[in-house]
Protein backbone atom coordinates (compact mmCIF):
# COMPACT_ATOMS: atom_id res chain seq x y z
CA UNK A 1 0.00 0.00 0.00
CA UNK A 2 1.60 3.18 -1.11
CA UNK A 3 1.73 5.38 2.16
CA UNK A 4 3.68 8.27 4.23
CA UNK A 5 4.55 6.83 7.51
CA UNK A 6 5.44 9.29 10.18
CA UNK A 7 6.49 8.38 13.83
CA UNK A 8 5.77 9.40 16.58
CA UNK A 9 1.68 9.72 15.67
CA UNK A 10 1.81 11.84 19.49
CA UNK A 11 4.81 13.10 21.64
CA UNK A 12 4.41 15.29 24.52
CA UNK A 13 8.05 16.60 25.63
CA UNK A 14 9.96 19.29 27.10
CA UNK A 15 11.32 22.70 26.13
CA UNK A 16 14.74 21.79 25.38
CA UNK A 17 14.90 18.13 24.61
CA UNK A 18 15.91 17.20 21.26
CA UNK A 19 13.44 15.68 19.32
CA UNK A 20 13.43 13.83 15.79
CA UNK A 21 9.88 13.05 13.57
CA UNK A 22 10.35 10.71 11.15
CA UNK A 23 8.81 10.40 8.30
CA UNK A 24 9.20 7.70 5.27
CA UNK A 25 7.18 6.93 1.86
CA UNK A 26 7.31 3.47 -0.23
CA UNK A 27 6.29 5.38 -3.15
CA UNK A 28 9.95 6.30 -4.61
CA UNK A 29 8.67 10.18 -4.39
CA UNK A 30 11.17 12.94 -4.93
CA UNK A 31 9.52 15.19 -3.36
CA UNK A 32 8.96 15.39 0.07
CA UNK A 33 7.85 18.17 2.69
CA UNK A 34 6.98 19.03 6.23
CA UNK A 35 4.01 21.34 7.24
CA UNK A 36 2.28 22.65 10.52
CA UNK A 37 -0.86 23.18 10.99
CA UNK A 38 -2.20 25.72 14.13
CA UNK A 39 -6.07 26.68 14.48
CA UNK A 40 -6.38 29.88 12.47
CA UNK A 41 -3.42 29.71 11.01
CA UNK A 42 -3.95 26.58 8.43
CA UNK A 43 -1.25 24.94 7.16
CA UNK A 44 1.78 25.77 6.35
CA UNK A 45 5.40 24.41 5.03
CA UNK A 46 8.56 24.19 6.99
CA UNK A 47 10.86 22.82 5.04
CA UNK A 48 11.00 20.78 1.64
CA UNK A 49 13.41 18.61 -0.57
CA UNK A 50 13.12 17.94 -4.20
CA UNK A 51 15.70 15.19 -3.85
CA UNK A 52 18.29 13.45 -1.89
CA UNK A 53 20.69 16.05 -0.55
CA UNK A 54 18.76 18.71 -1.68
CA UNK A 55 16.37 20.66 0.78
CA UNK A 56 15.08 24.39 1.28
CA UNK A 57 13.52 26.60 3.55
CA UNK A 58 9.27 26.75 3.08
CA UNK A 59 7.22 29.26 4.87
CA UNK A 60 8.54 28.69 8.52
CA UNK A 61 11.68 27.46 8.96
CA UNK A 62 12.93 28.91 12.55
CA UNK A 63 13.62 26.16 15.06
CA UNK A 64 13.76 23.71 12.78
CA UNK A 65 16.07 21.10 10.96
CA UNK A 66 15.72 18.82 7.91
CA UNK A 67 17.83 15.77 6.20
CA UNK A 68 17.34 13.84 2.87
CA UNK A 69 20.19 11.30 2.98
CA UNK A 70 17.87 8.73 1.44
CA UNK A 71 15.01 9.15 -0.64
CA UNK A 72 12.54 7.38 0.84
CA UNK A 73 13.45 9.05 4.40
CA UNK A 74 12.53 13.11 5.36
CA UNK A 75 13.02 13.49 9.40
CA UNK A 76 12.38 16.55 10.98
CA UNK A 77 14.35 18.13 13.88
CA UNK A 78 13.64 20.12 16.45
CA UNK A 79 17.16 20.80 17.98
CA UNK A 80 15.70 22.80 21.19
CA UNK A 81 11.77 22.85 21.28
CA UNK A 82 9.85 25.68 22.45
CA UNK A 83 6.58 25.28 23.39
CA UNK A 84 5.33 27.49 19.77
CA UNK A 85 6.89 24.43 18.30
CA UNK A 86 3.37 23.11 19.63
CA UNK A 87 1.35 22.17 16.53
CA UNK A 88 -0.10 18.92 14.29
CA UNK A 89 2.25 18.00 11.67
CA UNK A 90 2.27 16.67 8.41
CA UNK A 91 5.16 15.24 5.95
CA UNK A 92 4.22 15.12 2.53
CA UNK A 93 5.31 13.67 -0.62
CA UNK A 94 4.98 13.66 -4.58
CA UNK A 95 6.32 12.90 -7.87
CA UNK A 96 8.39 15.89 -8.84
CA UNK A 97 9.23 16.90 -12.41
CA UNK A 98 7.44 16.12 -15.66
CA UNK A 99 5.51 13.20 -13.78
CA UNK A 100 4.32 15.65 -11.40
CA UNK A 101 0.61 15.73 -11.00
CA UNK A 102 0.51 17.96 -8.20
CA UNK A 103 -1.23 15.33 -6.30
CA UNK A 104 0.47 15.26 -3.00
CA UNK A 105 0.32 12.60 -0.14
CA UNK A 106 0.23 13.01 2.99
CA UNK A 107 1.16 11.18 6.49
CA UNK A 108 -1.52 10.88 9.42
CA UNK A 109 -0.27 13.77 11.46
CA UNK A 110 2.40 13.62 14.55
CA UNK A 111 0.76 16.16 17.35
CA UNK A 112 3.72 17.22 19.06
CA UNK A 113 2.88 19.06 22.95
CA UNK A 114 6.10 21.37 23.83
CA UNK A 115 5.79 21.90 27.93
CA UNK B 1 -1.42 34.18 1.02
CA UNK B 2 -3.93 31.87 -0.78
CA UNK B 3 -5.17 32.64 -4.15
CA UNK B 4 -8.63 31.74 -3.37
CA UNK B 5 -11.90 32.10 -1.48
CA UNK B 6 -14.43 29.94 -0.13
CA UNK B 7 -17.10 29.81 2.37
CA UNK B 8 -16.23 28.99 5.90
CA UNK B 9 -19.10 26.24 5.88
CA UNK B 10 -21.69 24.97 4.60
CA UNK B 11 -24.41 22.30 5.47
CA UNK B 12 -25.57 19.62 2.95
CA UNK B 13 -28.28 16.20 3.71
CA UNK B 14 -26.68 13.16 3.77
CA UNK B 15 -27.96 11.19 0.25
CA UNK B 16 -27.79 14.99 -1.47
CA UNK B 17 -25.75 16.46 -3.48
CA UNK B 18 -22.94 18.78 -1.82
CA UNK B 19 -22.07 22.04 -4.62
CA UNK B 20 -18.72 23.63 -2.60
CA UNK B 21 -17.89 27.23 -4.40
CA UNK B 22 -14.37 28.20 -4.98
CA UNK B 23 -13.84 31.55 -6.26
CA UNK B 24 -9.74 32.11 -7.98
CA UNK B 25 -10.63 35.24 -9.91
CA UNK B 26 -6.59 35.91 -10.36
CA UNK B 27 -5.78 32.64 -11.60
CA UNK B 28 -3.08 32.32 -14.45
CA UNK B 29 -3.33 30.63 -17.59
CA UNK B 30 -0.83 28.09 -16.70
CA UNK B 31 -2.65 27.27 -12.90
CA UNK B 32 -4.22 24.72 -12.10
CA UNK B 33 -7.32 24.41 -9.62
CA UNK B 34 -6.93 21.26 -7.18
CA UNK B 35 -9.06 20.40 -4.37
CA UNK B 36 -7.95 18.39 -1.22
CA UNK B 37 -10.14 17.44 1.90
CA UNK B 38 -9.51 17.00 5.76
CA UNK B 39 -11.35 15.08 8.18
CA UNK B 40 -10.83 15.92 11.17
CA UNK B 41 -6.92 16.52 11.88
CA UNK B 42 -6.12 13.87 9.36
CA UNK B 43 -3.65 14.06 6.42
CA UNK B 44 -5.07 16.36 3.60
CA UNK B 45 -6.54 14.04 0.71
CA UNK B 46 -6.37 14.64 -2.90
CA UNK B 47 -9.72 14.45 -4.11
CA UNK B 48 -9.36 16.32 -7.97
CA UNK B 49 -8.06 18.57 -10.38
CA UNK B 50 -8.16 20.11 -13.41
CA UNK B 51 -7.48 22.86 -15.87
CA UNK B 52 -10.25 23.99 -17.80
CA UNK B 53 -12.61 20.79 -18.46
CA UNK B 54 -14.63 19.67 -16.56
CA UNK B 55 -13.48 16.66 -14.78
CA UNK B 56 -14.63 13.58 -12.94
CA UNK B 57 -13.53 10.99 -10.84
CA UNK B 58 -14.86 8.15 -8.13
CA UNK B 59 -14.62 10.55 -5.96
CA UNK B 60 -15.80 13.82 -6.77
CA UNK B 61 -16.78 15.90 -9.91
CA UNK B 62 -14.90 19.21 -11.01
CA UNK B 63 -17.07 22.34 -13.09
CA UNK B 64 -14.51 24.74 -14.09
CA UNK B 65 -16.11 27.67 -15.45
CA UNK B 66 -15.73 29.31 -18.79
CA UNK B 67 -13.42 32.39 -17.31
CA UNK B 68 -11.80 29.53 -15.35
CA UNK B 69 -12.56 32.16 -12.77
CA UNK B 70 -14.26 30.04 -10.33
CA UNK B 71 -14.91 26.50 -9.83
CA UNK B 72 -17.91 24.06 -8.27
CA UNK B 73 -16.59 20.62 -6.31
CA UNK B 74 -20.21 17.97 -6.14
CA UNK B 75 -20.48 15.05 -4.31
CA UNK B 76 -23.09 13.68 -5.96
CA UNK B 77 -24.26 11.70 -3.10
CA UNK B 78 -22.64 12.80 0.31
CA UNK B 79 -22.71 10.53 3.63
CA UNK B 80 -21.66 11.25 6.98
CA UNK B 81 -18.18 10.20 6.22
CA UNK B 82 -17.78 13.11 3.93
CA UNK B 83 -17.96 15.66 6.98
CA UNK B 84 -14.54 17.44 6.36
CA UNK B 85 -12.85 20.91 5.82
CA UNK B 86 -12.17 21.22 2.14
CA UNK B 87 -10.01 23.11 0.33
CA UNK B 88 -9.52 24.77 -2.80
CA UNK B 89 -5.77 25.41 -4.37
CA UNK B 90 -4.26 26.45 -7.78
CA UNK B 91 -1.19 26.14 -8.20
CA UNK B 92 1.29 25.77 -11.51
CA UNK B 93 1.66 22.40 -12.66
CA UNK B 94 5.42 21.21 -12.78
CA UNK B 95 5.68 24.02 -9.73
CA UNK B 96 9.00 22.86 -8.70
CA UNK B 97 9.04 24.62 -5.84
CA UNK B 98 5.96 22.31 -4.98
CA UNK B 99 4.18 24.35 -2.08
CA UNK B 100 0.68 23.76 -1.85
CA UNK B 101 -0.97 27.11 -0.39
CA UNK B 102 -3.84 26.11 2.18
CA UNK B 103 -6.59 28.36 2.55
CA UNK B 104 -8.96 28.05 5.32
CA UNK B 105 -11.45 26.02 3.73
CA UNK B 106 -15.06 24.95 3.62
CA UNK B 107 -15.97 23.26 6.53
CA UNK B 108 -18.41 20.55 5.24
CA UNK B 109 -21.10 19.33 7.50
CA UNK B 110 -22.90 16.25 6.70
CA UNK B 111 -26.01 16.05 8.22
CA UNK B 112 -28.54 12.61 8.71
Known amino acids: EAQVTQNPRYLITVTGKKLTVTCSQN?????MSWYRQDPGLGLRQIYY???????DKGDVPEGYKVSRKEKRNFPLILESPSPNQTSLYFCASRKQGRLDTGELFFGEGSRLTVL | DAKTTQPPSMDCAEGRAANLPCNHS???????VYWYRQIHSQGPQYIIH???NNETNEMASLIITEDRKSSTLILPHATLRDTAVYYC?????????????FGQGTELSVKP
Open chain 2, 26 to 32: TISGNEY
Open chain 1, 27 to 31: MNHEY
Open chain 2, 50 to 52: GLK
Open chain 2, 89 to 101: IVRPIYNQGGKLI
Open chain 1, 49 to 55: SMNVEVT
